[in-house]
């Protein structure tokens, strides 16, 4: 595939100017529309509520179930509900003001609130034409991905640095935006399936290409001698569609997506979207998220405005900026109190390294049905750089909880602007290399100097599955002898047989201190590491080992009764439990 084609993409905190309008932009490149005087009683809202419905939250899952046990609630009706969370979406009468609608349901005992659903968005603006480009772009052969020296963002963040300790093999990042498309040629390696909350099926094909590209920032696939590369192309990849063919979505839908993306066992959650204004289920669905442990990365908003968008601005997020080719800060790009840091997001109006196109960010999606790699740019396009770094945290032991992978990513970005913090840039430009190091560092996996090649193959540890066995690293040729040689994460693909006997699991121990619960095990064989609560989803470790750790981020006073199993290379599984940890 040869196109490189520009386009914008400028998603947050801007209101389109109502339902009917943005049905009739097929583009989906709405205007700002005006702030409504009080977005959760006004029934127009100039466009910031999905007509007719009505989010309620009750006091608790009780009080939603002798809720439900009335034959209606206050002349509406349940379209919806959140498995985890006292959440219902709720449809009011045609015609009815929903103000009124919205009186009716607070005064109800069981009902703590109940507001409009909010829009959210995936906003660009217009996408720039450029002519096709060259198969092969500057330095290709150094990145082995034809296009790579195009993606100055790549260099601008280090991120072959990172590589030379993870590329984040272990670790599951939730793309929730407009799904993610599998059809390119250069699609990430770890995408799986996933959800589709808009539809309300598991198919969570892209429609729109907004989600492919931000897939593609966060775990393209690399050294495969085809198109560009991912910031941790070794991640599991797990779309949730949440927004429309048009960019355009509700509050009630992300936290379904941000719940079920939980329940799976995301490590990391990344959304290229957002809206001026709050809402009560979003912001309870990413706290769910971050009460799970996972970390919650948010794009800051793009009307350059002093203060974040939502749900940037919700603490339990780590928001961010965007930056240029130069290392300033986007004039798009939000600032304010509560920014953590600054990524590349491009600037399509300039050609500031002077390759003969504009300075977007590169990645492979589609436009109007066709594939190739497009320049996009956004504070969407910024925030899943910080995504895949986060997911590279993760694999590397950071297992500590948001608030670890926060302090991880600022104290090793790097500072520009005033200097120390300040609401323009946050903590500084995010830098993967040294990110890296630091979070080997606190997941005890070392620091300092950098990771080292131990068994003189010529691949670095952080490459390389077996440091001690010069026969075992990236290139080598698998041999059937039970190890997986080539480092690819199947252990002798190619010998033929089959095997039929599943790992046997041995040694169950779990402890806990604080907010964190620890869980081991091991089997008589390589396999993948998984854990099963009940009531609280699943979290799985792609890591084909026989000494199984996984650590979850808990709630310190909670009883949890869980599962462990693990699956060897030829698909057979085995469990055990239930077992039941307590405070």
């Not at 127009?44 to 002798?66: M, N, T």
């Not at 963002?153 to 990172?162: A, F, K, R, Y």
């Not at 620091?447 to 440091?467: F, I, K, M, Y």
Request: with cysteine.
């Amino acid at each position: 595939m040869s196109l490189l084609a520009a386009a914008g993409c400028l998603e947050e905190g801007m209101a389109l100017p109502g339902p009917a309008t943005a049905g009739a932009d097929p583009d989906g490149w709405g205007g700002p529309g005006p702030e409504p005087a009080d977005p959760r009683l006004d029934p127009v809202l100039s466009g910031h509520a999905v007509p007719g419905q009505i989010v309620v939250r009750y006091r608790d899952i009780e009080g939603r179930k002798r809720a439900r046990s009335r034959a209606t609630l206050h002349g509406t009706r349940e379209l919806r509900a959140l498995r985890s969370l006292p959440f219902e979406l709720r449809a009011v009468e045609p015609g009815e003001p929903l103000e009124d609608a919205v009186r009716r349901l607070s005064s109800d005992p069981d009902v703590l609130s109940a507001e409009p659903n909010a829009r959210v968005y995936a906003l660009g603006m217009e996408r720039l034409a450029e002519p096709a480009g060259t198969e092969a772009g500057p330095d290709a052969a150094a990145g082995g991905d034809a296009h790579r020296g195009y993606q100055w963002h790549m260099d601008q963040i280090g991120v072959e640095d990172g590589w030379a300790w993870s590329r984040g093999s272990g670790a599951t990042v939730a793309v929730v935006d407009t799904g993610v498309n599998p059809d390119g040629e250069d699609t990430p390696i770890g995408l799986i399936a996933g959800r589709d909350v808009v539809g309300g099926d598991d198919d969570a094909r892209d429609d729109n290409g907004h989600g492919t590209h931000v897939a593609g920032t966060i775990a393209q696939a690399s050294d495969n001698g085809l198109g560009v590369v991912g910031v941790a192309p070794d991640v599991t990849l797990l779309p949730v569609k949440v927004l429309d063919r048009y960019g355009s979505g509700s509050a009630y839908d992300v936290a379904e997506g941000i719940e079920w993306a939980v329940d799976q066992g995301a490590d990391v959650i990344n959304l290229s979207l957002g809206a001026s204004s709050s809402s009560t289920v979003e912001q309870q669905a990413i706290r769910y998220a971050y009460d799970h442990g996972a970390v919650v990365i948010a794009a800051s908003g793009n009307s350059g405005a002093g203060q974040l968008d939502y749900p940037a601005r919700y603490s339990e997020t780590i928001s961010v900026g965007a930056t240029r080719v130069d290392e300033s800060v986007t004039s798009y790009s939000n600032r304010g109190t509560g920014l953590d840091l600054v990524a590349p997001g491009g600037d399509t109006g300039v050609d500031q390294d002077g390759d003969g196109y504009t300075d977007g960010v590169l990645q492979e999606t589609f436009d109007r049905g066709t594939w190739g790699y497009y320049f996009m740019d956004g504070t969407s396009m910024a925030a899943p750089h910080v995504a895949g770094a986060a997911a590279i945290a993760v694999a590397l032991g950071a297992t500590g909880g948001p608030e670890e992978v926060r302090e991880i990513l600022s104290v090793s970005a790097r500072d520009i602007g005033a200097a120390g913090y300040d609401t323009t840039s946050g903590h500084g430009i995010l830098d993967v290399g040294t990110m890296a190091a630091a979070a080997a560092a606190a997941g005890g996996g070392g620091g300092g100097g950098g990771p080292t090649d131990a068994d003189g193959d010529g691949h670095d540890a952080g490459a390389d599955c077996d440091d001690s066995d010069p026969a075992v690293h990236p290139g080598a040729t698998e041999t059937c002898d039970g190890v997986d040689d080539d480092c690819d994460g199947t252990v002798d693909e190619g010998c033929g047989g089959e095997d039929g006997t599943p790992p046997v699991i041995t040694g169950v121990t779990v402890g806990r201190a604080g907010g964190r619960m620890r869980v081991r095990w091991t089997t008589d064989e390589p396999a993948d590491s998984a854990i099963a609560f009940t009531g609280y989803g699943s979290r799985t470790q792609a890591d084909l080992v026989t000494s199984h750790q996984l650590t979850l981020a808990i709630r310190p006073s909670q009883t949890y009764e869980f599962w462990v199993s693990s699956t060897d290379v030829a698909g057979n599984a085995s469990e055990a439990g239930p077992f039941v940890s307590a405070p």
